[in-house]
């Protein structure tokens, strides 16, 4: 029996962070995912979502424009549907280090200082967190000194880049030893002052298998390069981050870069494949766009709530992983044409997403039990995350009908009791289906 789903989109109820820094020091390595031990120090046990100054503004900030955008993050109903952090990225300092050796403030940018731009935004209910590959001070040597500076300014997120590397016979150390440093600078200074951890992001592209070792220094760590408003870009790395999501669990998440929604040349459906993708994979989500320009579109994906949910469920903290590839043969990697069929565990049943690479409408059909999450021999009610729609019940297969090119569908399945009796085939799968006496059912 087939479940048929026409594919639409219904109109999205909008009813109702992190300033960032980098240590001044990018290939990716083979697909080896080996989950270790997270750093649960209690912070980050989920996605970090918020606002990131970068994608829309690079270095042309001030504290006008970042106050502007927290209290937009408000008026628009973002921080109301889980929005916290609010990101500065690069471009806040002087050039140069003060006589005593401590990072200063822009004098010009932030002329009321940095102190007083966090106690604005806190006042707002956000957080703040830090970063600079912009030319700007780096922490090597300094983690401590500057750790404590970003704390006395209302800090309480630090993405650390990977830029301008000292010497080898310098640094003496690989990349886990870079990292190391200010993580323990962190902990180091959270013990001595009493006060919470920083959100510690890794941003150094996925060198040397970060997925295999971010998760006990930090609570995020990047995994490709930089990300462009662009479906090349996404296929690229919903492609990479498909081999390696058994690195994500709770306080520990493969960062797939900040969100170009609103940016750039993204369709509509690109734009819904992006966000899903991102949140179904629990992938921080800082948003990137001018939000005093954002259109209501834009703002409908990310303020999605049942997406939402997903990337922040307190009680399953694992991703989305592939099941099938779909028009590539299964475990090919392809960075134009990534995986089309996921699904995982969540507090709230099965989630599926179904990812259109096409360049075409297309339908898109899957049996339920090729995901490991589903029972045989069951029936399951079938909710929509983008039409937020009930549609039915799926029994053994379900089939989503014109799926747009570069669309998704993202599926939330229950189980609904037994399948129907006298269903023919006996087995969904037919590969060594067998009667009680051992006899093939084909």
Known sequence: MVSTQPYGTAPVDLTPGSFEFSMHMCDLASFSPVPVDALNNGVGKLPALGYNT????????????????????????????????????????????????????DSVRFAHGMKNLTDQIHKLGFDSGWFTCGGYP???????????TFQDWGFDYLKFDNCAIPFDDIIREGMIGKYTRMSDALAQLSQSSGQPPFLFSLCQWGWEQVWLWGSTLGHSWRVTGDIAPEWDSLALIINFNSFITQATDFYGHNDMDMLQLGNGGLTFDEAKSHFTAWALMKSPLLIGT?????????????????????????????????????????????????AQYYSGPSENGTVFMLLNTLNETSDMFFNLTESPWIRAGRQYSVRDLWTHT????????????????????????????????????????????????????N
């Open 54 to 105: 970068w994608n829309a503004y690079g270095c042309n900030i001030d504290e006008d424009l970042v106050l502007e955008s927290a209290q937009l993050m408000v008026s628009l109903g973002l921080q109301a549907v889980g929005y916290e952090y609010v990101n500065i990225d690069d471009c806040y300092a002087e050039k140069n280090r003060s006589a005593s050796g401590d990072i200063v403030a």
């Open 290 to 338: 001018n939000l005093s320009a954002i259109t209501l579109d834009i703002l409908g994906i990310l303020t999605n709530t049942e997406i939402l949910a997903i990337n922040q469920d307190p009680v399953v903290g694992k991703s989305i992983s592939p099941f099938r590839w779909g028009i590539n043969p299964d475990w090919t990697s392809n960075s134009t044409s990534p």
């Open 390 to 441: 009930d549609n039915g019940t799926a029994v053994r297969n379900f089939t989503a009908v014109d799926v747009p090119p570069h669309g998704v569908v993202a599926l939330l399945l229950n189980d609904a009791g037994d399948e129907p009796a006298g269903i023919f085939p006996p087995c969904a799968v037919w590969f060594n289906c067998a009667y009680e006496n051992g006899t093939a059912a």
């Open 138 to 148: 780096g922490s090597f040597q300094n983690e401590l000194r500057d750790a404590t």
